[in-house]
């Protein structure tokens, strides 16, 4: 027997597509310049969602390792007993919410989709552990929020009905440490608790002006790049020398 097509009513369909909503979104700036006057900006992320569910907007930037000093008792004193390596986390991480955030989720749903900064705390790899793991996780993240590279920003993030359509919008404040790099955006919805859909985008930062052309020359001309330091700290000495010199006539 030859196969069989199967034809789906059209109200079938419809449903098909309604029950998993398209998080469209835009990005404004996008890239965002940053020149040497850059004290830190706004990006905005809106788009479509479902008017009954919580959005969580999650920016990240590429994961790095860092090395800190382990304080430890030796004697009556306290003092540097080694070295702890942190990886496993961003090197950036800022998440709006709708709502009260991640209050009352389920912490699995919350782990596995970053939806707030404990979450962040629990991917860090630690090296060597020891004892103190917890208490430096979270010392760790307090001294990433202290930077402004994290942070957990609840009830930002704006849900709207228009013609019987949602419409999630948020300004995320973008530090002066979030430099040049790609970034990551996930718009993440949850509906009665439970995880309902995710769209992912990319976000740009960009050096513009003088800072483009210093990063230019350090990485595509660095033999140039070293002659013009090396010249403008000769033009520098010898302007300091003239006045001094000149001072010290009077």
């Known amino acids: 027997m030859g ?80 070295t702890l390596e942190v990886s496993g986390v961003p090197r950036l991480c800022l998440i709006a919410s709708s709502g009260a955030g991640s209050t009352g989720l389920d912490r699995r749903l919350v782990d596995k989709y970053l939806l707030d900064l404990e979450a962040v705390s629990r991917q860090a790899i630690l090296d060597p552990p020891g004892s103190d793991t917890e208490s430096f996780r979270r010392e760790y993240i307090k001294l990433k929020e202290s930077q402004q590279v994290f942070a957990d920003l609840p009830g930002t993030v704006h849900i709207a009905t228009k013609d019987g359509q949602g419409e999630f919008s948020v300004a995320i404040p973008w530090p002066v440490k979030g430099g040049p790099d790609t970034y990551t955006i996930d718009v993440v919805q949850v509906k009665g608790g439970t995880f309902a859909h995710k769209e992912t985008s990319t976000f ?27 010249a403008s700290a000769i033009f520098v000495g010898l302007l300091m020398g003239l006045v001094f010199k000149k001072g010290g006539g009077h």
Do not use: C
């Open 3 to 82: 196969a069989r097509s199967i034809q789906f009513p059209g109200a079938l369909l419809l449903m098909v597509f309604l029950a998993s909503p398209a998080l469209a979104m835009t990005v404004d700036p996008n890239p965002l310049p940053v020149d040497a006057r850059f004290d830190g900006g706004t990006v905005l992320v809106r788009g479509s969602t479902d008017p009954d569910s919580q959005v969580f907007v999650v920016v990240t930037g590429g994961h790095i390792k860092e090395k800190f000093n382990r304080k430890g008792r030796v004697g009556p004193v306290w003092a540097n007993i080694g």
């Open 204 to 230: 740009a930062v960009k050096l513009v002006g003088f800072p483009r052309w210093v990063s230019y020359l350090a990485f595509e001309r660095s033999r140039l790049y070293g002659v013009l330091s090396v």
